[in-house]
């Protein structure tokens, strides 16, 4: 996917990527956006696991600069409705093992103490302060991982980049 997406950079770096009500980005925007977010994830913790992130959020452009950015570091990520309960949002945590949670609502997770929780604010105001776009080379195998899928019953299914690539190509 992110092979794709750096291809189609180079080819169009001015055509519009991401349209929304509020903003849109470029592809040359949205590969820049990303990196930094990819900075930010990873000056703060680094590539010491491969768990997933989860990803709490409204449906929003930052999303998909997150997402990218998620991907360019070779961790997954597991997308999860902002509704969820604590205890549902605690057997995902559970199951998946995952570490860090990005969420733009942070009150409701204070009690979770197995897992970092960045404000989806923070981050992006951490990651736009980043002066310098270091470009990420992770170049997944087919077969690792590139997101989860989960409902309230929790962990379900998880993708490869292998299936993702079928899928949207």
């Known amino acids: 996917i992110i092979s794709l997406f750096e291809e189609q950079v180079i080819k169009t770096p001015n055509n519009v990527a991401l349209l929304g009500e509020i903003s849109s980005y470029t592809y040359l925007e949205l590969h820049e956006f990303s990196n930094k977010i990819a900075n930010f ?8 696991s491969k768990d997933p ?3 709490r959020l409204e449906r929003s452009n930052f999303n998909i600069a997150i997402v990218l950015g ?5 961790r997954s990520f597991i997308p999860v409705e902002t509704s969820l309960t604590s205890n549902e949002l605690s057997k995902i945590i559970t199951q998946t093992k995952a570490q860090v949670i990005i969420s733009e609502i942070v009150t409701d997770l204070e009690g979770f103490k197995s897992v970092t929780v960045l404000d989806l604010e923070e981050m992006i105001k951490g990651a736009n302060s980043f002066n310098f776009n ?28 292998r299936s993702l690539m079928s899928s949207s190509v």
Request: proline share 2%; with cysteine; hydrophobic share 40%.
């Open 41 to 48: 994830i990873f000056t703060k913790y680094g590539n010491r």
């Open 53 to 55: 992130i989860i990803v």
């Open 70 to 74: 998620i991907l360019k570091i070779g």
């Open 134 to 161: 270091l470009e990420f080379s992770y170049n997944p195998l087919l077969t690792d991982i590139a997101y989860g899928i989960c409902n309230r019953d929790g962990f379900i299914d998880s993708i490869s980049h």
